[in-house]
Every structure is written in C-alpha cells, then in structure tokens.
C-alpha cells in the first residue's frame, strides 16, 4: 500500500443504518414521487409499531403498566454515546431532549436530510402507538432546523 493512501475507519452500525435508509428512501423517491414517500413512512410505521408492542411486551413481562413512565425504561435501542438526551418525567408523561443524534447527523453530513425526515417524522409516534394506542408523541422540536429534537410521551386526553 502506498504511504499517502488514506485507509477509511469503520464507521458504526448507526451510521451504516442511516446510510442505507437514506440511499433507499432517496431511489424509492426519486421514481415513485410522493407515492414512494407514502410508501416509506408506511414501512417505517410498521417498523415503529412492531418495535412499540415488544417494548410494551418487554414492560409487561417486568409487571410493569403499560404507561408512559415505563415506555423508555422498557426500550429496545441501546443508547450509545451517539446519542446525547435526557429524559424528564412528569405526570403521566415524558419527556426527552436530544442534542445529538448519529442519524440525523449521518443525515446531515450526506445532505440526506429530506429523507432522514422521512424517519425522523414517522418512528417515534408509531413507536409509541405500538406501546399504546392511546400514547401520543409530541414531536415539536426537530435537529434539522432546531439543533435538537424535543418529543413528549403522553397519554391522549
């Protein structure tokens, strides 16, 4: 190998995750128009549901209710240090702030970001609607134009 050849480091599984998600949504997109968008969120709202109800199975194997309070302690994804977010709870709620995220950053790093969003908009609510139906996600604040994502947990009045 030559000496000035520059060898890439391996990157994580987060960032080959957005990577792919975004080469597939940007090709799904780019030939079905806003079909293919439809299509996308649809499969990542199946995705988000299925991963919802093992979380909810998960807490009610602990004996815990499925509510809120135990949504996040109950969670399937690991949090690295990919990840900066802190999570405050309330009265039958939750709440978290991320200040930073590997995927939207990967996103952001590709100009990926119109397909992350297609991700970004659609995994945590149905995530939270595979835990429990009557759980809404709150999604006000967002990294892209924001610089960091505000979600609230709670139970639908």
């Known amino acids: 190998m030559e000496k000035n050849m520059k ?13 792919m998600f975004a080469h597939v949504a940007k090709e ?13 969120k649809a499969g990542v709202w199946n995705f988000g549901a299925e991963r919802g109800k093992t979380i909810a199975e998960r807490a009610e194997a ?8 135990n949504y996040l302690t109950n969670y399937d994804m690991e949090r690295s ?3 900066d977010c802190e999570n405050t709870y309330g009265d039958n709620q939750v709440s978290q702030l991320f200040t930073r995220c590997i ?22 609510p149905s995530i939270a ?29």
């Open 81 to 83: 240090d990919n990840f």
């Open 103 to 124: 995927f939207a950053s990967q996103w952001m790093k590709d100009n990926m970001e119109d397909y992350g969003r297609l991700y970004c908009e659609t995994i945590d």
């Open 62 to 69: 602990k004996g815990l209710p499925n509510l809120p309070a």
């Open 28 to 40: 799904v997109v780019e030939r079905f128009g806003e079909d293919g968008k439809k299509a996308i």
């Open 129 to 157: 609607y595979g835990y429990n139906e009557n759980m809404e996600c709150i999604h006000d604040k967002h990294i892209f134009e924001d610089g960091v994502c505000r979600f609230c947990f709670r139970m639908k009045e």
């Open 7 to 19: 060898v890439a480091e391996p990157i994580s599984m987060y960032e080959l995750f957005a990577k």
